[in-house]
């Protein structure tokens, strides 16, 4: 699709948001939201007509892209037939999508409970866990993020959750392993995976593990920095968990449904968890949708005593048939195998490459279509290129980057002092080295607060 300008349709966009709409997570005099006009595959529009190739996916959710015409086939196909229903009763899209995501998930995690977006799964499993359990504490890790709302965000590691910590939501904290800023002094992965779990170990001894009811982690952290854990350490969380009958719980809301290179990023380390939270690429963001997938024996809980907790739209019809419709187009495209393909294949060997031009990257990881690029002042002393959570002008070299990468036609996803390079999973390699190229450029601009 070709954008036609259109600025004073786009003009009327803008007031209209600056009049009325109360945008998350922003200090609402403080910002300028793009008018966009348009979408298609791996680039949206303004109304002037510049076009953006993204890079973030939305918010990493557009696993297939935008506007893909057998998913919006799927969703007015569903429209015509039936475009809500109650979810106490059993409705073909909302069965249909369950058997596909059970076919996938991992090990026994056969039951699939519905919710609206991945903040609300993440409530639920909690719930589920604690009431499975009967213990009222959950560990989480610093550097994570599981969602807005109230449990969700107080089980959140980063500086989102401050304003909302109640201080009260029974999370205890740990450190995940993270070995370019590793907490445990360590020099290589096997050092950080092994001091990582005992540091674990002894977290949980100290709360008593008869008061724990779950651990949770992202499977590979997403907008905390994409840190892909080390070989062994789920493994070792799994074993933990198991033997103290803790529930283990992997929030794959943004690693899920092929952004990884597979199915779930579970896949990548042979682990089965208790229950297992999806969102975002379950229907590449078209209609809200996540839910939690769940063991036998968790669900065995619930056999013949009630679970008290659901939502007025889970399973929504509409957002189903979203669903299926999305893993029906990765199974039949590839998509999947593009993500794993093209991220071994291009984005690896080019971020590298350009670690080696440009002084402001610290480091590079990632895998599929999910890595980050860390940027730094100085690479000796690993001086992030700003502080942590900084804003305003201590914000300004990363604010400076974004800038020049939007100015270049690509649309960044950037948080703190990172840049991630997240775009759908089906894009192409001629689309890929376009914006890898767009990045590079950019990435002069942040070499410039090097020393």
Not at 378 to 402: C, I, K, W
Request: glycine share 10%; with cysteine; net charge negative.
């Amino acid at each position: 699709m070709t954008p036609q300008p259109n600025p004073e349709a786009g003009a009327v966009v803008q007031a209209a948001d600056r009049d009325h709409v109360f945008h998350s997570w922003s200090a609402q005099e403080l910002i300028d939201p793009l008018a966009v006009a348009g979408a298609e595959g791996s680039h949206f529009w303004d109304y002037d007509g510049r076009r953006y190739l993204d890079f973030s996916s939305g918010l990493v959710y557009t696993n297939v892209g935008y506007q893909h015409p057998k998913i919006v086939a799927a969703i007015q196909e569903q429209a015509a037939r039936m475009t809500t229903f109650a979810p106490a009763f059993a409705v073909e899209a909302r069965s249909e999508a369950a058997r596909l995501i059970a076919e996938r998930t991992p090990g026994d995690l056969d039951k699939i409970f519905f919710t609206n977006g991945g903040a609300d799964a993440v409530e639920h499993a909690i719930r589920m866990a604690r009431l499975h359990t009967g213990r009222p504490k959950v560990l989480s890790a610093y550097r994570s993020y599981h969602g807005g709302t109230q449990q969700a965000v107080n089980i959140t590691g980063d500086p989102r959750r401050w304003a909302s910590d109640s201080g009260t939501a029974g999370v205890v904290r740990f450190w995940a392993p993270y070995l370019y800023r590793s907490r445990f002094y360590a020099e290589t992965e096997e050092q950080e995976c092994a001091r990582a779990l005992e540091h674990l170990e002894t977290t949980i001894a100290f709360e008593g593990p008869s008061t724990v009811a779950a651990i949770i982690l992202e499977t590979i952290p997403g907008t905390a920095g994409i840190m892909v854990p080390p070989p062994g350490y789920l493994a070792g969380v799994r074993e933990i968990c198991d033997r103290h009958g803790i529930v283990f719980v992997l929030d794959e809301v943004m690693a899920g449904f092929g952004r990884t290179g597979e199915w779930f990023a579970a896949d990548l380390f042979d682990v089965t968890p208790d229950l297992l939270t999806f969102a975002k690429g379950v229907n590449s963001g078209y209609v809200p949708l996540g839910g939690v997938a769940i063991s036998g024996a968790i669900a065995k809980t619930f056999g013949k005593r009630p679970y008290p907790g659901g939502l007025t739209y889970s399973g929504h019809p509409l957002a189903c048939a979203a669903a299926v419709a999305t893993i029906g187009v990765m199974a039949e495209e590839g998509v999947v195998e593009n993500a794993a393909r093209l991220g071994e294949s291009v984005v690896g060997p080019e971020l590298r490459a350009l670690a080696e031009r440009h002084p402001s990257i610290g480091e590079v990881r990632g895998v599929g279509m999910f890595w980050a690029l860390e940027l730094v002042r100085d690479r000796a002393t690993r001086e992030p290129l700003v502080p942590y959570n900084a804003t305003g002008e201590a914000n300004a070299p990363m604010a400076a980057f974004a800038a020049a990468a939007k100015k270049g036609g690509l649309w960044p996803f950037v948080n703190m002092n990172r840049t991630h390079v997240v775009p759908p999973c089906n894009i192409s390699e001629a689309e890929l080295k376009e914006g890898l190229a767009a990045l590079d450029s950019a990435l002069s601009v942040a070499d410039e607060y090097t020393r």
